[in-house]
């Protein structure tokens, strides 16, 4: 079947000098570069290659539904375009930030009538994450009896964003942002097919690479504008930024991104690795994080992965937060910096967070057991009666002002909750535990 050509769609494969009839200035560059293959698409080797997913998945006959899992201008709509090709159905495209119930209904009808005529549709579905679950749960009779093929499209974790029932009965495959040798290739066509070489030092040119932050479709676009502005001596970094203004990074402060950068930070100090933790915190920045969620995730890490090893990485925590609060960006953002270094480098234990947890599974294990008698205060006549108090030893006129007496209730076993991995000012606190232990074990 004819391929019907889309301004929105997304990736440009190999060499297609011949693939418009159109004259090169009335069609986008981008355009002019979609692949007619799926061989030709660039960057996703592990889906089209040889021993591609979807290769071996054509050459069973066998396609299956699918979601497209990928950041912008990595091929989704292209791949999607040239499966419907391959395997001969009829291509339908919708956008979820445009489309209804009522859109759904008409294409649904429209699929079943082709089916009746021995005709099948694939409905490549644009940002299939955007729409609610009901109208997700809406593909699930027409997937299962075969009335379409469902291809969707999606920058967002499909584990968060559809619903199980349909990712049950869908293929999720991952897509790749493009490396700098994909983004190479994709220069390189877009010479070939305009017969005319960038103007770009080496180094402009892979700042424009870098510009394009894994966008094929951004990288074609930059170029397209740098042919429109025809300099006449090849452009240095400085000069191309001029004409160029650099992409925002990836990021999403409700999305995938947010979570993906904080746990890279986070790991990456509990490994004690600063320059990696300082990298992503710059990434997070970079990207318009606000200063006070990473504090926030700081003082959280502070308590949960250096806890007592150093009492002091929660002061220093507390201390950078109020510091930004104070001076604000981009004062305070070396403030939160310099606590990145400190809880990086500074000796680790969740002993403490470990300890807890133990302690709260088993406090709603063991519900409402009194305290044992002789720990209860007893102010009143009927509760010393009662035998509050009664046998309590005042641990200070104790010998080493240590009783050794149980405080867990009547009925329960004495439990080791804390235990101090014995690195930073935790070996003083093991040595101590360890002592009073003996202690308890001598005098019992």
């Given at each position: ?101 009522a859109d759904l209904k008409r294409v649904f009808e ?23 679950r009901a109208q997700q749960d809406g593909f699930l ?82 170029a397209e504008q740098l042919f429109a502005a025809n ?214």
């Amino acid at each position: 079947m004819a391929r019907t050509p889309s301004p929105d769609g997304d990736l440009f494969g190999e060499a297609a000098t011949a693939q418009t009839s159109a004259p090169r200035g009335a069609v986008p560059l981008a355009e002019c570069l979609r692949p007619h293959e799926l061989a030709e698409v660039i960057g996703q080797p592990h889906l089209v290659g040889p021993d591609g997913t979807l290769t071996r998945m054509l050459e069973r006959g066998s396609l299956a539904s699918l979601i497209l899992w990928g950041p912008p201008g990595v091929g989704k709509t292209t791949i999607a375009r040239l499966l419907a090709d391959r395997a001969g159905l009829v291509f339908v495209q919708i956008s979820a930030v445009f489309s209804g119930v009522a859109d759904l209904k008409r294409v649904f009808e429209e699929a079943a009538r082709r089916r009746r005529t021995g005709a099948r549709t694939l409905l490549f579905v644009d940002e299939i994450h955007r729409f609610n679950r009901a109208q997700q749960d809406g593909f699930l009779p027409v997937v299962e009896e075969g009335t379409i093929t469902l291809v969707g499209a999606t920058t967002e974790n499909p584990s968060f964003e559809l619903n199980g029932a349909l990712l049950s009965r869908c293929q999720v495959l991952v897509l790749r942002r493009l490396d700098d040798d994909a983004l190479e290739q994709l220069l390189r066509r877009a010479e070939a097919v305009t017969a005319r070489k960038l103007a770009l030092t080496d180094a402009a040119r892979a700042a424009l690479r870098a510009m394009a932050d894994g966008d094929g479709r951004a990288i074609l676009n930059m170029a397209e504008q740098l042919f429109a502005a025809n300099p006449s001596a090849p452009l240095d970094e400085a000069a191309l930024a001029t004409i160029i203004a650099r992409r925002a990074a990836l990021y999403d402060r409700d999305r995938e991104e947010h979570y993906n950068l904080i746990s890279a930070l986070h790991k990456s100090m509990r490994g004690s690795d600063p320059d990696a933790a300082l990298y992503w915190y710059a990434r997070m920045l970079a990207g318009g994080e606000d200063p006070r969620y990473i504090a926030r995730r700081l003082t959280r890490f502070a308590v949960e992965d250096i806890g007592l090893a150093d009492p002091g990485a929660l002061t220093q925590a507390i201390a950078a937060w109020e510091a930004y609060e104070r001076l604000g960006s981009p004062e305070g953002d070396l403030a939160i910096a310099q606590l990145v270094l400190y809880l990086a480098t500074a000796p680790k234990s969740n002993a403490a967070y470990r300890a807890f947890g133990a302690a709260r599974r088993a406090a709603q294990a063991t519900g409402s057991l009194m305290p044992p008698a002789h720990i209860l205060n007893a102010p009143t006549k009927l509760m010393k009666n009662l035998g509050y108090g009664a046998g309590y030893e005042y641990d200070h006129d104790s010998e080493e002002a240590f009783s050794g007496q149980t405080y867990f209730p009547d009925g329960m076993s004495r439990e080791t909750f804390y235990r101090p991995a014995g690195r930073g000012a935790e070996q003083e606190i093991k040595r101590r535990l360890l002592h009073w232990a003996k202690l308890r074990e001598d005098r019992e």
